[in-house]
């Protein structure tokens, strides 16, 4: 499986911006798909992962209310939208997939760069 993430970019605070995930390969093989960003100086964290069917997903707690995953299987591509952005949103977006809900991830982008300015 082969993923390409784009869409990140310079935003300011309040503002939105929707990351893409183009997945290649053998993309039904694993079904949960992620986001996890990683800001200088930080662990990676994952945000938001999402069920093969997009009935379920979850969220790390600082993006609740804020970020939505959703996928599209017929672009085999899932997305990030991020609105009401805040400067402690800026990091290295990445999107991975897993054959199970609680991972391991074991495919991953390249990563796309999000800063958002206050």
């Known amino acids: 499986v082969q993923l390409q993430a784009s869409g990140g970019g310079s935003v300011q605070a309040g503002g939105s911006l929707r990351l893409s995930c183009a997945a290649s390969?053998?993309?039904?093989?694993?079904?949960?798909m992620a986001w996890f960003r990683q800001a200088p100086g930080k662990e990676r964290e994952r945000v938001a992962r999402?069920?093969?069917?997009?009935?379920?997903?979850d969220y790390t707690v600082s993006v609740q209310g804020r970020f939505t995953i959703s996928r599209d299987n017929a672009q085999n591509s899932v997305y990030l939208q991020m609105d009401s952005v805040k400067p402690e949103d800026t990091a290295v977006y990445y999107c991975?997939?897993?054959?199970?809900?609680?991972?391991?991830?074991?495919?991953w982008g390249q990563g796309t760069l999000v800063t958002v300015s206050s």
């Open positions: 991975a997939a897993a054959s199970a809900w609680r991972g391991p991830f074991d495919y």
């Open positions: 999402i069920t093969f069917t997009g009935d379920y997903t």
């Open positions: 390969g053998r993309p039904s093989s694993t079904p949960i």
